[in-house]
């Protein structure tokens, strides 16, 4: 009997790596678009429930002569108490709520005799509506990506996605901070780490992460008058740890000086 040999081709690394990369490409689009659906879907909800509470603020005042008040901004079905007390449940069985739980719808009357109420929509608009002007959608500033970021420097790209970046600065933490913000909408507060290399060996580098952040400067200032201590928390290199050193980790830290005292 005559056997022969069958030819099994199997497939080679590359092609195995370009089947991986294209289901990678793919799967990427997928989630992207449902990403998309999702938050539309999410968004006509926020109208739709917009719509529903202000035909049922409109009928409570032609009952009753006026809005339920609310002093100051609240959020809807959390802590605004006169809205509830007046709505719940004659005019409403319960309060629409927002498809994100971290989120609210949010209601406020400070006199009885208009209202607003507004809610936030997946791209960080503002859609509501006011007794005086109607529906309206309004931008707000959003921080860009170098939010929660760490720099050496202060940034100066990718600082908003949305509205028009202030200067940054320096806060007492010490940080990075600045502001975006758009006419009509809110302004978003935005922050980044401050990290920079030691400027000599491990000199102001107390909790020995290899940068000088404002951890830094908190662990140096726990160790005023302390001993043992880090080696890098004496900056000013006199053999113990004082308000000096804090003082200069601080300041190199906002750009107060370039080094240490300490650094040979």
Known sequence: M?????N?????????????????VISAIIIFSLSGILNSA??????????TLQRNLLFYKSINGSYPTEATICNIGVNCSNLASALI???MAQFP??????KHYQYVSAAGSDFTIQSTLSNSYTYGYSSDTGFFLTANGVCG?????????????NLCISGN??????DSDPDYIWTCSVSGGTTANCTANISKPSPCGSLGDADEDSSVTKNDYSVTYSYVNVTPYPP???VNNNARVDYDDVVQIYDYLIGGQSSFSGCP
């Open 2 to 6: 005559n056997l022969k040999k069958k």
């Open 8 to 24: 099994c081709k199997s497939f080679t690394l590359i092609e195995i790596l370009v089947v991986i990369v294209i289901i990678g």
């Open 42 to 51: 999410n968004d006509s909800k926020r109208k739709h429930d917009m719509d």
């Open 89 to 91: 449940p004659n005019y």
């Open 97 to 102: 709520t927002d498809p994100d739980s971290s």
């Open 145 to 157: 990506s170098a939010n929660g970021g760490s720099f050496s420097s202060p940034p100066d790209s």
């Open 165 to 170: 970046p202030s200067s940054v600065t320096t």
């Open 232 to 234: 890098g928390a004496d």
